[in-house]
């Protein structure tokens, strides 16, 4: 990480990681986003919604992770046009609160199996006043089928898993991808021994002020032709 950040607002720097990143971002939409990672901190003292405590880290790699998927998301959809997006394994909201804030259009569904992730999510989705971010206290196994246009995680489960799971729940049109460090070859090899899904593409992400690899994987069901 770099050195000297501290006297920075955090507001500025989210400002620069996002120009960083080619996003265009509102004062507005900065101040959601510092609002935002204020409030975890400050609920996860008493929640423990996240195993980052030290805010300089959750300003990094969550939030500034989280900012680092919206340009290679941006491609899939039409400007303006209103998408679902199911966020699984959301803990308190990463990445599907900061994809709220930067995507008014995005209607974002957190979904999480600990109730106190996700009730954090509707506190944080109302003191933010963001009507297009909701959450879902479910084991993702459990929901019935949501037919979204895109369903995320971030470090959630092996490829295998956040596929059995999550798959059902792409829509017709959709995609599925994963948020991840390192990618390892055996979760690959797994994933492709199974036969249902496999990886399209592995897209680097940078995430500014992180020195560190991090990865958005792209997986496809066998015999669908590529999206
Ligand atoms: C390592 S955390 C990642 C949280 C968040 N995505 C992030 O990047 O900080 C994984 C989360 O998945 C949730 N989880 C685990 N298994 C789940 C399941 N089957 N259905 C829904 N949520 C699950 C856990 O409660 C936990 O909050």
């Known amino acids: 990480m770099k050195e000297g950040n501290d006297a920075v607002a955090p507001q500025m720097r989210i400002m620069a990681a996002a120009r960083s990143l080619g996003l265009t971002i ?4 900065a101040q959601q986003l510092n609002s935002y990672q204020e409030q975890l ?3 996860n003292k008493v929640y423990n919604l996240t195993a980052l405590r030290d805010p300089e ?3 990094v790699q969550h939030i500034f992770d989280s900012l680092s998927v919206i340009a290679p998301l941006d491609d899939l959809f039409d400007q303006g046009k209103q998408i679902s997006v199911l966020d699984v394994g959301s803990g308190g909201g990463l990445p599907g609160a900061v994809m709220a804030i930067m995507r008014p259009d995005w209607q974002v569904c957190c ?3 600990v109730e106190k992730k996700t009730a954090f999510i509707r506190q944080a989705a109302s003191v933010l006043r963001l009507p297009n971010l909701v959450s879902e206290h479910i084991r993702i196994e459990r929901k019935a089928p949501a037919n979204a246009d895109l369903v995320i995680s971030r470090a959630f ?3 295998v898993d956040f596929s059995d ?3 059902r729940h792409v829509g017709e049109q959709g995609h ?3 948020m991840k460090g390192r990618l390892a070859s055996e979760e690959v090899s797994q994933l492709e021994q199974k036969g249902e899904w496999t990886v399209s593409r592995v ?3 940078n995430v500014p002020e992180l020195d560190a690899e991090r990865c958005l994987v792209w997986l496809q069901q066998v015999g669908k032709y590529d999206k």
């Open 26 to 29: 509102s004062d507005v939409q």
């Open 41 to 43: 901190l400050k609920w």
């Open 57 to 59: 880290k959750v300003l």
């Open 111 to 113: 979904i999480d199996a």
């Open 157 to 159: 489960a092996s490829l």
């Open 165 to 167: 799971w999550s798959g």
């Open 176 to 178: 599925l991808v994963a």
């Open 203 to 205: 897209q680097k992400l």
